[in-house]
């Protein structure tokens, strides 16, 4: 086992691995930019390194950076977290040219499953199904219309080399067609130099369900189940879950099959994940692969919670080289857990907010569990993502699960920026994610009315809480004891002394 | 309708007024240290938590609220002309979409900042001329100061 | 399902309580003396009524405070807790009288396996071994020596009327045993007004091993598996765990089995505990009824950790008449739980302390439970019981949950007062706790050389941060933010600017 | 020995003299607020936590020291001759077992006190002569008041 491993990640994801590494006995070695100097992670760590200025560019995304803070400071491995650089097959090499284990795939398997053409080839030819499309030879609008009509409608036309939902156009039926391939074709070349068009069938209302995997170097490849994330805004994961509440064993079972037979197919190792949309309910809904992760997830606690295992720890020593201490069948579900992601940000226009935690206080109570990379005081930033915490709250039962999110999160007070948590507090309210009939445009139907219940004013009772902060408090912004009153600063307030009502 | 709202803070009572009607009974209000407040209404008790730093933050069953010193009127969340102009927060000025003397549409795009990794749109509150900008591309600017001006008038 | 329940208890146990309705939608009214009139469980249940002054036998042990209480706010229903009155039949009989559900046994059940003598005699006709003894008829020194001989030595002796371990005396030979009659008898007539003798057979160095059960109103009794809590203090409790490290499947299913036919002779309902003592280990391991304890136990967590259920859901769902939702064979165990309790005392002397916690933070980490009944600025009086919190750390196997219960210990700071969590840092770091090679003798044995390791002084790094908390913070005694440098304040440090080394 | 232990806090340098020997080497100490402290010894990071109510409140490493404001010299966890005849703690008195004018041997049973739930022995640090009484049974007694007086040099 290693004896020190680096951790080139920032935040909650950083606090995670440090946590596993104290558990083992490894010590911890945090990078920084100099935004982070005295952040959570990096005051939590055995070790810490300053990698550049707070740009991320200079910093988390500087692979010669990393080497070099991983070779002073006589670290043996990286663990490269998720975002940044963990999906960058060139860190990987360098990792390996470095003598240092990387703790995720090879490099050409990073590489491979980083193409979206290439890993989708893998994944036919492992039998995963994927959603029918080409890219026709013939780009002529004719020839788009014609692959379109084979493919069957309604269809997605979107930029062969595009991503982030730029350019993608539905269409309907052939007749309707030369305008949303136009526009696309437009939007293309505009974005990216490149008209060369992609259809697709379009899978109205999908599920995003993805399976987590595991793979060994001793030629164990399993499957950790699935986790469903249909509660996405722009492609950000807000709300996830496990089980999935479509899921059958019978399906999860082919699913589960399609995903290890996918890594086994790319040779994978390390953890991964491997992303479906799923069409329908019961033992006949449709799965179709989406894409493979190359790395940890942001959701992976809900997997840890209902599993029972650390993915982590597992992390850690399959790049150590032990095998995986379970066998596929030796794995269980038990329970269900539900991961809401609380971000810095205007909970209505969901604009990412900075500024300093004045008060930050995580729940504490059976069931619930929060990983997060901040501790009150701290300042955050505009330099990297808003996410501040995850509080994933597990029960016998969904509902209980749910139960216990949502008074967990009613017991997450964070002042001085403003969180997505009153928002959080709506959506698992909403009777549909109380029914758990989820798809993947959730928040693009109901997020108008999720927000027009918290555009209301402050109540009586949160002006007289506000009253007696301002009454009692000296230096509340610190979190600090409550004082005597300040006599002076009573304003808005008026004394009603002697008035009885 | 203005009405009083009222709480007992420390053994005083106290009332402010707010533009919403309140309940005929005061509320209760018990400071329990670290920014911790008991709240009873009635029989009823929660917790809230508070800070001051300049408004006052509260934080009471899953919601934050931004009570502003004046105390009479809450702080609006939708952007007013004013600040519809300003970035929201530290950013960097990615793209300027008009010029000055152009007129501009309800909800035209003006500016395209970028923060955290994400493009924040600045559009026109009203229709109007744009009279003169206050940035540049490639620009960090600050939450507060106008990014440009507007003459909604003409 | 009830409406609105009363919670006959304080510290952390109401506040369990009051989290378990909170989440099943049941209104909560706490309790509370003058001492606790804005404690942490007074201040999170949805209501609370004073019950009397801050002297427990004139609040939480007063039967009519608590029925009056209960019928002033409406309540169906009464949660016990532990200690105090929730194993007192009269509160179980008052509750009936006053139309209230009791959630615990009914008051006969609690009065029969009150009586040590009775609950014997029921677990030994339910077929559990008790430990061999007797109160012989004949009194004389040679009729208890015979009868000593008739069980088998090593015997201890002890009054017949006792308890808390006054007037026992160990007998290993009869040709020795008049002594310790003699004096057995003389501190049974002092304490007790009773020479009366009992003579049982001495367990030497065994384990304390009990088995949580759970009967429903419909027939229905089961067992959730054991926990072991050997290490313990003149009887109080300090690290538990489950499974325990001697326990075999077979004994497993042997013990289990005679808890719940002692439960089911009983004619018992709700959660209780059924405790043995166990001697040796392996499937031959000899187990002995010692007694069955008819409430929630302090140590519940680590079945719950273990066994992925909620024993207070269960008990407020048993006592509402709903039947249980499990059968034995649906039970199983996941990982392994340690729970250690945090009391305010002296680490060395044990003595209790009472003070105010002027910095107070719960560990927060994956595979970590917190269950506490305060926060940071609560003052800890004289007049309860000493525990703060319990910290209960699960883990995939043993050695992890150790591990994680250590990590967090070490991340648990609490000052103001002293506790034992340097003791338990110690502890859980013995070699013969490492190993799982415990009985309830272990205190007694290895309490010193634990108290050693802890009477050291404060080391440099100590004294650094000692100088840095009094030249950098205001009000740091509240937790406060940190200031500039009060430069009036520097002594006993002196400034040594300018002078590098 | 007397050694001096070192300290960056704040940019500054500081120093103090302790009773053992210390590292070559300035431990680096800077404050998080909140009470939370980072402490840098060569390259390894550690977070300690502490309060100053009077004394200093230390937590590190799952230990808990408390410092008291001379610095220089740290408390003794065991009991002096003074401290041994006080209440550790708010007590109430449950019995009297000595007399003035009685000699006592070391760790007679002097007072037996009640608190918590637990009783607390009040024992003679050394053999002396009970010289006066300053409590009685029943009564609620203080920290840091002297419950008897004891002569040691009879």
Redesign the interface.
Do not use: N
């Given at each position: 086992m290693f004896k020190r491993l680096l951790i080139a990640n920032r935040g909650e994801i950083a606090v995670?691995v440090i946590?596993a590494c104290?558990?083992?006995?490894i010590e911890s070695v945090a990078v920084y930019s100099d935004a982070d100097r005295?952040s959570l992670h990096?005051?939590?760590?055995?070790?810490?390194v300053r990698i550049g200025p707070s740009s991320a560019a200079e910093s988390y995304l500087s692979i010669s950076a990393i080497i070099d803070a991983a070779r002073s400071?006589g670290a043996q491995a990286v663990h490269p977290g998720y975002g940044f650089l963990s999906e960058n097959q060139d860190l990987a090499s360098a990792c390996v040219d470095a003598g240092l284990a990387f703790i995720g795939p090879p490099a050409d398997v990073i590489s491979t499953m980083g193409s979206k053409i290439v890993a989708r080839r893998i994944a036919r030819e492992a039998g995963a199904p994927v959603v029918p499309g080409e890219t026709p030879v013939d780009q002529s609008d004719q020839a788009i219309a014609a692959a379109a009509t084979a493919i069957g409608f309604p269809v997605l036309i979107k930029p062969s080399e595009g991503g982030g939902g730029i350019g993608m156009k539905e269409g309907h039926a052939a007749a309707t067609l030369s305008a949303a391939i136009a526009q696309a074709r437009r939007e293309a070349i505009a974005a990216f130099g490149d008209g060369t068009l992609y259809v697709e069938r379009l899978i109205a209302a999908p599920r995003h369900v993805e399976f987590q995997v595991l793979a060994d170097h001793h030629g164990q490849v399993l499957h950790v189940f699935e986790r469903e994330c249909s509660i996405q805004r722009r492609h950000q994961k807000v709300i996830e879950e496990t089980p999935s509440t479509v899921m059958t064993p019978q399906l999860r079972a082919r699913m589960g099959a399609a995903a290890v037979a996918v890594a086994r197919a790319a040779g994978y190792r390390n953890a991964g994940t491997v992303e479906f949309l799923l069409e329908g309910t019961g033992d006949s809904a449709r799965y179709y692969f989406l894409e493979m992760n190359t790395r940890l997830q942001v959701e992976h606690?809900v997997t840890?919670q209902v599993a029972?295992?650390?993915l982590v720890?597992a992390q850690i020593r399959i790049a150590s080289g032990e095998p995986l201490p379970w066998t596929q069948d030796a794995l269980?579900q038990?329970?269900h857990a539900i991961e809401a992601r609380v971000y810095a940000e205007?909970p209505?226009?969901h604009?990412?907010?900075?500024g300093p935690l004045?008060?930050y206080?995580?729940p504490?109570?059976?069931?619930v569990?929060?990983?997060?990379g901040v501790?009150?005081?701290s300042k955050i930033t505009?330099?990297?993502?808003?996410l501040l915490a995850k509080l994933v709250a597990w029960g016998?039962t969904r509902e209980?699960a749910r139960?216990?999110a949502?008074?967990a999160?009613?017991?997450?007070?964070?002042?001085?920026i403003?969180?997505n948590?009153?928002m959080?507090?709506e959506l698992l309210q909403h009777p549909r994610f109380v029914d758990g009939a989820l798809d993947t445009r959730f928040l693009d139907v109901e997020g108008a009315s999720l927000a027009a219940r918290?555009?209301t004013?402050?109540?009586?009772?949160?002006?007289?809480?506000?009253?007696?902060?301002?009454?009692?408090?000296a230096?509340?912004?610190?979190?600090?004891?409550?004082r005597d009153?300040d006599h002076s600063s009573?304003?808005?307030?008026?004394?009603?002394?002697g008035?009885?009502? | 309708m203005t009405s009083t709202t009222r709480a007992w803070i420390h053994g005083r009572l106290f009332g402010a007024c707010v533009s919403e009607s309140a309940g005929d009974r005061p509320f209760d209000v018990v400071p329990l240290g670290q920014g911790r407040f008991q709240l009873i209404d009635g029989g009823r008790r929660r917790t809230a938590f508070a800070v001051v730093a300049g408004d006052a933050w509260v934080f009471l069953d899953g919601r934050v609220f931004v009570v502003p010193t004046s105390g009479q009127t809450t702080r609006r969340v939708s952007a007013d002309d004013a600040t519809a102009l300003m970035a929201p927060m530290p950013a960097t000025v990615v793209s300027i979409h008009v010029a000055p003397g152009q007129r501009v549409d309800r909800d035209a795009l003006l500016i395209t900042l970028e923060a955290m990794k994400m493009e924040l749109p600045i559009k026109a509150p009203r229709a109007g001329r744009v009279t003169s900008l206050a940035c540049h591309a490639g620009e960090l600017v600050q939450p507060g100061v106008r990014l440009l001006e507007i003459d909604y008038g003409t």
């Open positions: 995670r946590r104290r558990e083992m006995g005295m990096t005051t939590l760590a055995d070790r810490a400071s606690p840890e029972g295992l650390d720890r269980t038990r329970g205007d209505i226009s604009l990412p907010q900075a004045l008060l206080r995580e504490s109570m059976p069931g569990r929060i990983d997060s501790a009150e005081g505009v330099h990297y993502d808003p016998e209980i139960r216990r949502l008074a999160l009613r017991a997450f007070p964070i002042l001085g403003k969180t948590i009153p959080l507090v918290l555009s004013g402050p109540t009586p009772d949160v002006l007289a809480v506000a009253a007696a902060a301002r009454a009692t408090t230096t509340p912004a610190a979190g600090g004891a409550s009153i009573l304003d808005p307030w008026t004394s009603l002394r008035v009885r009502v | -």
